[in-house]
Nanobody, 126 residues
């Protein structure tokens, strides 16, 4: 599967953005999806994940819990990350990732994901 992330940009602290990740293929619903982020000199960091199928299970890093919302639209082969109350420390390149899953579970380790998008830059100014 190929992933195309978009929606990044420059926003002031306290603002909002919605990232999108469009996937190719006809079996998108069978993939668990995740968002990660990375800043220069730091390791890639887990942000959020959503289970396969109807996406009934979601999970968030503590740093974004209550501010970010992950969702998926299987009809559009797209996963979203709605980011509210953005902080300068949210500045990073955001990557979406996918892995085939026969179970309605989510994954938080980057090594669990087989496919990665190209990343989209989010810059939050103070």
């Amino acid at each position: 599967v190929q992933l195309q992330a978009s929606g990044g940009g420059l926003v002031q602290a306290g603002g909002s953005l919605r990232l999108s990740c469009a996937a190719s293929g006809r079996t998108f619903s069978r993939y668990a999806m995740g968002w990660f982020r990375q800043t220069p000199g730091k390791e890639r960091e887990f942000v959020s994940a959503i289970s396969s199928s109807g996406g009934g299970t979601t999970f968030y890093a503590d740093s974004v819990k209550g501010r970010f919302t992950i969702s998926r639209d299987n009809a559009k082969n797209t996963v979203y990350l709605r980011m509210n109350s953005l902080k300068p420390e949210d500045t990073a390149v955001y990557y979406c990732a996918a892995t085939h899953s026969s179970y309605s579970v989510f994954y938080v380790r980057g090594s669990d994901y087989a496919y990665w998008g190209q990343g989209t830059l989010v810059t939050v100014s103070s």
